[in-house]
Every structure is written in C-alpha cells, then in structure tokens.
C-alpha cells in the first residue's frame, strides 16, 4: 500500500522525477525509478532541514527506497535505511495532518569529505556533462 496522499510535486521534484525517466506518483512517494524502487526527492530552501513524513519514510524503508535531498546546487542520494539512523530518537512530530521529523543538513554532511550518498552536483561539475543527462544516466545505473 502506498502511504498518504501528497498535494503536489514541486518544479524540481517535477525535473528530477523527469530526467529520473521515473513513473511520478501523485499519492505517497514522489515516484519509482527505472528499476522499480521508490524514492522520494525532499529539498531544504529556507530552512537547513528536511521534513521526512513518517508514512513515506516507513514505505521507503520496506520497500528498500532512497530519498534524494537537495539543498541549493547539491544533491545526495541517501537509502532510506540510512535515513532512519540519523533521525533523533523519541516521538514524531503531530503539529500537522501527518507525523514527520526533521533531518537537518549537516547530519547529510553536504560539501563535505565522507558525506553520506552521492555527491550528484561535484559529479556533474568534475565530469563536466549537463545535469540532466547526468541525472538520466546516473539513475540508470544505480
């Protein structure tokens, strides 16, 4: 079963899901890519964190999903089992219409030596390809 309906994808969840060549979803997960796993693309704009809904994230880790955090230029590609280590112990937050923790920039380490997932944007700029035929074959091959 696929978890609560989302209202919406934003214009670069609707590019990445895009170049993804992945099937979007409109209810749940953002979408399923070429190799029919889930994923679900969270992006830090003012805030330097991430809402993950507990719902999506449960589905995730059963269905051995990834998210893709995007903050800015950078991307990582983090398993959804990695995810749930580094959020902090104790209750979901309730203060909206579904659960969620936060999962703040610097525990993904962006920029950073040692950072966890993929390091999509230094890949794009050490191969020098265009980020979308990037995104299209980097997602292909994982």
């Known amino acids: 079963m696929v978890p609560a309906k989302t209202i919406r994808h934003t214009i670069n969840e609707n590019k990445i ?3 993804m060549g992945a099937t979007k979803h409109s209810t749940g997960v953002d979408g399923i890519d070429t190799n029919q796993i889930p994923f679900e693309v969270r ?3 003012r805030l330097l964190k991430f809402r993950i809904q507990k719902d999506v994230h449960e589905y995730l880790v059963k269905n051995k999903g990834y998210y ?4 800015g230029k950078e991307m990582l590609q983090v ?3 990695k995810v749930t280590k580094m959020l902090k112990k104790g209750a ?7 659960p969620y923790k ?3 920039c610097k525990d993904l380490a962006f920029g950073e030596k040692g950072q966890l997932g993929s390091g999509i944007m230094e890949d794009v700029q050490n191969h020098q390809t265009n980020a979308t035929d990037y ?3 980097y997602f292909a091959t994982k």
Do not use: C
């Not at 893709?68 to 903050?71: D, L, N, Q, T, V």
């Open 92 to 98: 979901w937050n309730k203060d909206r219409t579904y």
């Open 135 to 137: 995104y299209a074959n």
């Open 17 to 19: 899901i895009a170049a």
């Open 102 to 104: 936060f999962l703040h």
């Open 68 to 71: 893709i955090f995007k903050k």
């Open 43 to 45: 992006e830090a704009r």
């Open 79 to 81: 398993d959804a089992k």
